[in-house]
């Protein structure tokens, strides 16, 4: 699967949108770009993923370029529940494979 | 739908003894079940993929004689930590799959674990 590239951290306020970038540079034509999220000591939480096109659902949208090299998650109007580490992970099924590689993530703070 | 729980959430044992964890998919058969284990303050890492019925198969680097793990139902697939030492305190996390394939993967909450 292909690396992405996160920024470490990011800082929010509360009832804004939260914007987190991912670089996926070397994508191929058949991954899909997800994002899940990391609450402290918590499972992974699946968000939104997309392959093409813009994605948007209860939690989140999902942009992607038009040439699929970096995506961004935003959340449109954070609240402090949101606070988490978010994972943006390209991913293949090709081959059968099922597999999910995590980078190191943003941890996103949101704050009052 | 597509919860998925681990059992126990927390566990503190002695070095040199053995640990069980379990992973239940409790609304949905989970055909294919994947094991991470994740260090404080680092990402999560695949240790193993188990598909119901057969052998696990282990990432590189990984001992498949220490991390024994069993998927002998399309609901339950245990990690057993076998002779556990303090390096081998992580967060355990497991995560189900309806299928091998094209399928979404559903996390659980985790197990803390503690080797003293």
């Known amino acids: 699967d292909a690396k992405t590239t996160q920024p470490p951290s990011m800082d929010c306020a509360e009832g804004r949108a939260a914007n987190l970038p991912c670089n996926h540079s070397?994508?191929?034509?058949?991954?899909?770009v997800y994002w899940y999220r990391q609450i402290h000591s918590q499972g992974p939480q699946y968000i939104i993923h997309?392959?093409?096109n813009n994605e948007t659902n209860e939690m989140a949208s999902l942009i992607i370029t038009e040439d699929r090299k970096s995506s961004t998650l935003i959340l449109p109007h954070a609240t402090l529940r949101d606070t988490a580490v978010y994972y943006c992970i390209v991913r293949s099924f090709t081959g059968g494979g099922n597999k999910l590689t995590f980078g190191t993530g943003t941890q996103l703070k949101v704050e009052l | 739908g597509a919860v998925v729980s681990q059992h126990p959430s927390w566990v503190i044992c002695k070095s040199g003894t053995s640990v069980k964890i379990e992973c239940r998919s409790l609304?949905?058969?989970?055909?294919?079940m994947f094991w991470y284990r994740q260090f404080p303050k680092q990402s999560l890492m695949l240790m193993a993929t188990s598909n119901e019925g057969s052998k696990a198969t282990y990432e590189q680097g990984v001992e498949k004689d220490k991390f024994l793990i069993n998927h002998a139902s399309l609901t339950l697939s245990t990690l057993t930590v076998t002779s556990a030492h303090p390096e081998d305190s992580s967060f355990y996390i497991c995560?189900?799959?309806?299928?091998?394939?094209?399928?979404?993967?559903?996390f659980g909450p985790g197990t803390r674990l503690t080797v003293t």
């Open positions: 997309g392959l093409k």
């Open positions: 609304d949905f058969q989970a055909t294919t």
């Open positions: 995560s189900a799959s309806i299928g091998r394939g094209a399928y979404e993967q559903y």
């Open positions: 070397t994508i191929s034509g058949n991954e899909y």
